[in-house]
């Protein structure tokens, strides 16, 4: 079974500074990781997305993640916190080709403070 | 133009009742899916349809019953409605079942339950 990890319920960033999302996972395969972010009362939105290659993948609005296969990690991070990214973030993994189930994690809520 | 929308947005209604929530997308996609999140904002899988084929039919009381009339719609039908059915569901789309594809998320159904 599939399973995601995002340990901390919430994360607390001042505006202008690093921000770092945790997630890690479990598949039994390739993993095919996911970011995607929810604002209030919408629908999640896709970020980014490890499928194979470049370890460091980047996406929308500036967030990047970094893919490490030792660790089942896949953390997501901006360089630049900004107060309109605060939203509840979720990670998710699929087993790889021919896998079309997605597990999420159970969010993090990111909270940028001016 | 909305590409995955879901009507109604909200539904409020009594115990026992039966509902439907209807599903679109308008962008060419393969796959749809159903997604419950719940009050902790915790997202599971219900339901997926792959060109109108089930593909995917997690542990769901049977009172909850998807139609698909074409791979651009896929509506949910939620018979004797309970106190527990009060969530946000969510509709979502890709372009394929290949794991790799990023799921397209409506802004969701707010389902209360009187």
């Known amino acids: 079974a599939q399973s995601v990890a995002q340990p901390e319920d919430q994360v607390n960033v001042a505006e202008g500074n690093p921000l770092t999302v945790k997630c890690t996972y479990s598949v039994s395969g390739n993993p095919y990781l996911f970011w995607y972010v929810q604002y209030p009362n919408r629908g999640l939105q896709f970020l980014l997305k490890y499928i194979t290659g470049d370890n460091l993948v980047k996406g929308s609005y500036g967030f990047e993640a970094e893919f490490n296969k030792s660790q089942t990690s896949f953390h997501l991070k901006k360089p630049s916190a900004l107060v309109s990214d605060s939203a509840l973030y979720f990670c998710a993994v699929t087993s790889g080709a021919g896998s079309y189930q997605l597990t999420f994690g159970k969010g993090t809520k990111l909270s940028v403070i001016p | 133009d909305t590409a995955v929308s879901q009507t109604p947005k909200y539904l409020v209604t009594q115990m026992g009742n039966d509902k439907s929530i209807k599903c679109e997308q308008n962008?060419?996609?393969?796959?749809m899916y159903w997604y419950k999140q719940d009050s902790k904002k915790f997202l599971k899988i219900m339901f997926s349809y792959n060109n109108k084929e089930l593909i995917i039919n997690e542990t769901v009381p049977n009172r909850f019953s998807p139609k698909s009339p074409d791979k651009a719609h896929l509506n949910l039908h939620i018979n004797s409605l309970e106190l527990g059915d009060s969530a946000v569901y969510f509709c979502?789309?890709?372009?394929?079942?290949?794991?790799?594809?990023?799921?397209?998320f409506g802004d969701g159904t707010r389902l209360s339950i009187l």
């Open positions: 962008l060419g996609h393969d796959t």
């Open positions: 979502a789309s890709s372009q394929t079942t290949g794991g790799s594809q990023p799921q397209h």
